[in-house]
């Protein structure tokens, strides 16, 4: 009985994540749809793929988890921003506003971390242009009921 009254919040809070606004505005500095953590360290950023579903205002939060100082540039069709130094440990936000479906870069700028690994994609929509990588993560809908 008791489990009922704990599965309940639960399903609002996902009630409450899924479909709230339906704003399209593609104004610059637009709310921030989502913060995506993001951490950086010799050489690889976790995670690494990334997908959101609509085009927006997001805040990419990179911390860097390793012993160098990083930085996170996040690049692709027409946009290109990039945070400061951080310092080992440190935390830095870079809010961008990805107005067009795609992929975008997403790297450490400094030295040659991105080539080392310090890299990854930050997709955004269905990722319907050509070449890239989709992750086919469908899974299958029958319950186990049967
Ligand atoms: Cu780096």
């Avoid at 950023?45 to 805040?59: D, F, H, Q």
């Amino acid at each position: 009985m008791r489990r009922l009254f704990v599965l309940l919040p639960l399903s609002l809070l996902l009630a409450a994540c899924g479909g709230t606004s339906s704003t399209s505005s593609s104004s610059a500095g637009g709310p921030v749809l989502q913060t995506i953590q993001i951490s950086e360290k010799e050489y690889s950023l976790t995670p690494s793929k990334i997908t959101v579903a609509k085009t927006g205002t997001y805040e990419l939060k990179a911390t860097n988890d390793g012993t160098n100082t990083h930085a996170l540039e996040i690049e692709g069709n027409g946009v290109e921003e990039k945070t400061g130094d951080v310092a080992p440990g440190s935390t830095a936000t870079l809010r961008v506003n990805l107005s067009r479906d795609g992929s975008y870069e997403i790297y450490c700028p400094i030295d040659e971390h991105r080539g080392q690994g310090t890299a990854g994609t930050l997709a955004v929509g269905n990722g319907s242009s050509s070449g890239g990588m989709t992750t086919g993560e469908t899974t299958t809908s029958g319950s186990l009921g049967y």
